[in-house]
């Protein structure tokens, strides 16, 4: 199947979390789009893979993806290799992605910066023709980098006001991660952990894209090449 959008993340969740209102407005338009997972999570305090496997395949049909795969790649433990950056790049010549979506290349979590690498790199090798690669030579038309884990300055933002409720029934069928029973929080009453208030603040930073192009709620987007523009006169988003 070729699709025209394909979000590569380190863990189950980051795509809902980064870009998931923008794969779903794609979706809604028509377009073909797909989430490849690196990692299982496992390495993560709260679920199992398994439990986060279930949870996954229930996003992905709430943002109405045609394809969503897990590598299997070690949690915690991304690295930039041969290894890894083949087994994505046989992907992608099989997908084949007009638009790849890649965590932001800086971070708190070092598997999403190097995540970031390694999709960059396997997008670039998946296109040489003489790579000791499975499938025919295909590279991507262009790559994205979502911006909301990051301190960055968006080139642009995805109005997702209309998409936003769904993103967030997706992002929440991670019940695993954002919603614990007590007895869970119990358990590790004495361990903090960062994702305790992360769909709070994934949710903050929706609002502060939308603020920027006038809009409720949007999804920020950093590309490393100079937008074009053909007509200034129908230039979205006011200057004053």
């Not at 949007?218 to 200057?239: I, N, Q, T």
Request: proline residues 6%; contains cysteine.
């Amino acid at each position: 199947m070729r699709l025209d959008v394909l979000a590569i993340a380190p863990h189950p969740d980051d795509a809902e979390l980064t870009c998931g209102g923008t794969l779903l407005k794609m979706a809604e338009e028509g377009y073909r789009t797909g989430i490849l997972d690196l990692t299982q999570g496992e390495m993560g305090t709260r679920g199992t893979p398994e439990i986060r496997a279930r949870e996954a395949a229930r996003a992905a049909k709430i943002l109405g993806v045609r394809v969503r795969r897990n590598l299997g790649l070690p949690d915690a433990r991304l690295r930039v290799c041969e290894d890894f950056k083949k087994a994505i790049a046989e992907v992608i010549r099989q997908l084949e992605p007009h638009v790849v979506i890649l965590p932001y290349w800086q971070g708190r979590h070092p598997d999403h910066y190097t995540a970031a690498t390694l999709g960059y790199e396997a997008c670039f090798i998946a296109g040489l023709k003489n790579y000791p690669l499975a499938g025919e030579a295909f590279r991507p038309f262009k790559v994205l980098y979502a911006a909301a884990y990051a301190i960055a300055a968006p080139t642009f933002a995805v109005d997702i006001t209309k998409q936003y409720e769904r993103r967030r029934k997706a992002i929440l069928a991670y019940a695993s991660q954002f919603r614990p029973s007590k007895k869970e929080k119990a358990k590790r009453s004495k361990v903090v952990l960062p994702l305790d208030r992360l769909e709070e603040r994934m949710n903050l930073t929706a609002r502060y894209y939308g603020r920027l192009i006038g809009v409720p709620y949007a999804e920020g987007f950093v590309v490393k090449e100079v937008m074009k523009v053909d007509d200034v006169v129908k230039m979205p988003v006011r200057s004053m």
